[in-house]
Antibody, heavy 122, light 107 residues
Framework: EVQLLESGGGLVPPGGSLRLSCAAS????????MSWVRQTPGKGLEWVSS????????TYADSMKGRVSISRDNSKNTLFLQMDSLRAEDTAVYYC???????????????WGQGTMVTVSS | DIQMTQSPSTLSASVGDRVTITCRAS??????LAWFQQKPGKAPNLLIS???TLQSGVPSRFSGSGSGTEFTLTISSLQPDDFATYYC?????????FGQGTKVEVK
């Protein structure tokens, strides 16, 4: 069974940093692109970033470009999202999602984790 | 970015009703459109890809149609388990975008 399990969320003050992780199982991790998508009550679902299966290609939403970095460790079947200079408007549930193919252009997301809550507040 | 606009935002319906949700793209996305269902506290669940391809395990009462800039999701006979929020998502561009959601509630 394909599973994605996010961790690393929590309460962080404005300007702080957080590193999210997503542990994958049930599929050959290195052969699929992965993405992070966040959800807020006000703005709904928003794509944050994607990384190719090999890790050599990354893309970012303009809203978070320069403040986030996506990476993966294919030897440990784990996806990461490093978030810096966090703002109140970054408060959201962050989901990791598996694409249906490997290249960075693969943006169909058939499988999602359960999400991890990030709250940016003093 | 490609903007995705869903209508209506909220839809009140009864069990057995035929329900249609519309999604419009700000520019042509060919058929690179997905539909998701989301229930409170849960992750979105993919129902349909490529505008009209039903995912495995999804009941046949769900169907999708459209291409270019206008798409629809239809539930032929609404069941109790279908009360949820539905989102469209384009995956045509490097930056995928979602509609704002349509909540299907009990009339």
């Amino acid at each position: 069974e394909v599973q994605l399990l996010e961790s690393g969320g929590g309460l962080v003050p404005p300007g702080g940093s957080l590193r999210l992780s997503c542990a994958a199982s049930g599929f050959t991790f290195s052969t699929y692109a992965m993405s992070w998508v966040r959800q807020t009550p006000g703005k709904g679902l928003e794509w944050v970033s994607s990384i190719s299966g090999s890790g050599d290609g990354t893309t970012y939403a303009d809203s978070m470009k320069g403040r986030v970095s996506i990476s993966r460790d294919n030897s440990k079947n784990t996806l990461f999202l490093q978030m810096d200079s966090l703002r109140a408007e970054d408060t959201a549930v962050y989901y990791c999602a598996k694409s249906d193919c490997s290249p960075i252009g693969c943006k169909l997301l058939p499988i999602w984790g359960q999400g991890t809550m990030v709250t940016v507040s003093s | 970015d490609i903007q995705m606009t869903q209508s209506p935002s909220t839809l009140s319906a009864s069990v057995g009703d035929r329900v249609t949700i519309t999604c419009r793209a700000s520019q042509s996305i060919s058929s690179w459109l997905a539909w998701f269902q989301q229930k409170p506290g849960k992750a979105p669940n993919l129902l349909i890809s490529k505008a009209s391809t039903l995912q495995s395990g999804v009941p046949s009462r769900f169907s999708g149609s459209g291409s270019g800039t206008e798409f629809t999701l239809t539930i032929s006979s609404l069941q109790p388990d279908d009360f949820a929020t539905y989102y469209c998502q384009q995956y045509s561009s490097a930056s995928p975008t979602f509609g704002q959601g349509t909540k299907v509630e009990v009339k």
